[in-house]
């Protein structure tokens, strides 16, 4: 199964915390928001999953690369 991930926001509502990392990559429990959220569409069934990226999209990108780590197939759409 597919997914789509949207991470592409610049979480302004949550500045300051948000001014230099994009909001998917705050931190819960010593992980990234969105790595969470991977793992857990993982644990469902998605295998295949496409994360819409614009602000600080790098940062995303050099984390998570390919999402083999966790065991899904993770491409990108920038936003």
């Known amino acids: 199964m597919r997914a ?3 991470a592409g926001g610049q979480g302004t509502r949550l500045r300051p915390l ?5 909001k998917p990559m705050l931190p ?3 992980r990234p928001m969105m790595e969470h959220i ?3 569409a993982r644990n469902h069934g998605f295998t295949e999953i ?3 990226v614009h602000f600080l999209a790098s ?3 050099n984390y998570f690369g390919d999402g083999s ?3 899904v197939s993770l491409s990108y759409a920038t936003e």
């Open 4 to 6: 789509v991930v949207m």
């Open 18 to 22: 948000t001014s230099n990392q994009p």
């Open 28 to 30: 819960i429990v010593g």
């Open 38 to 40: 991977l793992r857990l």
């Open 50 to 52: 496409v994360a819409t």
């Open 59 to 61: 940062v995303v990108r």
């Open 69 to 71: 780590d966790i065991g």
